[in-house]
């Protein structure tokens, strides 16, 4: 089974950023797309941005011009590189890959902007 692996949550200051890292256990091949969703105390979860094997990427109006998500194929790895953070973007945040054969979780990683 897919296993996903996510790293560099924190603390940081409001307008300050973090780079979230997603490492899959096994190449996701030519067929996937890989998502960020995020879910704050009270709040269902939501979709932050998503990035498809044609490269083509999707972010939420929310953090729009301030998110970027990207990935390396040969480190199986994906990437949301956040900045101008806020308070509101304070929340625990899962890695989603998508592929032919299973749809896989990350156990999350917490985000925590200070105003």
């Known amino acids: 089974e897919v296993q996903l692996v996510q790293s560099g949550g924190g603390l940081v200051q409001a307008g300050g950023s973090l780079r979230l890292s997603c490492a899959a256990s096994?190449?996701?091949?030519?067929?996937?797309?890989i998502a960020w969703f995020r879910q704050a105390p009270g709040k269902h979860r939501e979709g932050v941005a998503c990035?498809?094997?044609?490269?083509?990427?999707y972010y939420a109006a929310s953090v729009q011009g301030r998110f970027t998500i990207s990935s390396d194929n040969a480190k199986n790895t994906v990437y949301l590189q956040m900045n101008s953070l806020k308070p509101e973007d304070s929340a625990v945040y899962y890695c989603?890959?998508?592929?032919?054969?299973?749809?896989?979780w990350g156990k999350g990683t917490r985000v925590t902007v200070s105003s």
């Open positions: 989603n890959a998508n592929v032919a054969y299973g749809n896989y």
């Open positions: 096994e190449p996701t091949f030519d067929d996937y797309y």
């Open positions: 990035i498809g094997d044609d490269g083509s990427t």
